[in-house]
C-alpha cells in the first residue's frame, strides 16, 4: 500500500505540474503573444518559454511512468466500470505524453529558433496538438476520477469501444487534422467538457 501511495503521490504532483503548464500555455502564454510588442515577445521566447517548456514536458515524463505504475493496480479492482474508466483516461493520457515528446517539443524547438525548419508550421503543428491536449484533459480527468468516484453501473464493451474510438479519432485530427473550434480559449475548453460528457454518456448508455 505505502508503495502504491508513493506512485500515487508523484503522479498527482508532477500531473498539477503537467497540466498546469499545459493550461499556462493555452491560456495565457499563446494569447499574450498575440497582443505583445515585438521585443517583449522575443524575449519571452528566448528566457520564458525554453524554462517553461522544460517544466512541461518532464512533468508529462514523471507523470506518464508512475502512470504506468500504477495501472498495474488496474486489476484489483472489483468493478469492471472503474477498470474501463481507468483505462480511457490512460489511453487520453498516453496520447497527450506522445503529442508532448514527438509534436509539441520537437516543433517548439523550431518555433523557438533552437534548431533549423519552417517557424510558422512547426507553430501552427505543436498549436494543433497543444490544443488537442487541452481538449483531452477533461476525458483524461473523468477517468482518473471516475474510476474511483463515479458510479456507473454497467459499461459495456461497446461504450468503451466507442469512446477510446472517439479519442483515436481525435488523435488522428491532432496529426493531420485542423484547429476548428478549438482556435480560441472558451472554444477548447468548451470542447473538452463537451467530449468528456459524451465519453460519459457512451459509457453510461451504449
Not at 490512460?90 to 533552437?114: D, E, R, S, Y
Not at 461504450?159 to 479519442?167: D, S, T
Request: proline residues 3%.
Amino acid at each position: 500500500m505505502i508503495v502504491e501511495f508513493i506512485f500515487r503521490w508523484f503522479h498527482v504532483l508532477a500531473g498539477v505540474v503537467w497540466i498546469g503548464m499545459l493550461y499556462y500555455f493555452n491560456f495565457v502564454q499563446t494569447e499574450y503573444f498575440k497582443e505583445a510588442e515585438a521585443t517583449a515577445k522575443a524575449d519571452a521566447m528566448k528566457k520564458l518559454a525554453p524554462r517553461a517548456l522544460k517544466w512541461f514536458r518532464y512533468g508529462a515524463l514523471v507523470t506518464f511512468i508512475t502512470g504506468l505504475a500504477l495501472l498495474g493496480y488496474v486489476g484489483s479492482f472489483k468493478n469492471p466500470a472503474a477498470s474501463a474508466l481507468i483505462n480511457m483516461g490512460a489511453l487520453a493520457g498516453t496520447f497527450m505524453f506522445l503529442n508532448v515528446w514527438l509534436i509539441i517539443w520537437p516543433k517548439q524547438q523550431i518555433v523557438l529558433g533552437m534548431k533549423e525548419g519552417d517557424g510558422p508550421a512547426a507553430a501552427a503543428k505543436a498549436g494543433l496538438a497543444s490544443r488537442t491536449n487541452t481538449l483531452f484533459s477533461g476525458p483524461m480527468l473523468l477517468g482518473m476520477l471516475g474510476s474511483k468516484h463515479l458510479i456507473i453501473p454497467d459499461i459495456s464493451m461497446n461504450g468503451l469501444f466507442a469512446a477510446c474510438g472517439l479519442i483515436v479519432l481525435l488523435q488522428l485530427n491532432a496529426m493531420f487534422g485542423r484547429m476548428g473550434p478549438m482556435a480560441s480559449v472558451v472554444g477548447v475548453v468548451h470542447m473538452s467538457i463537451l467530449l468528456a460528457a459524451a465519453i460519459w454518456a457512451l459509457l453510461a448508455f451504449l
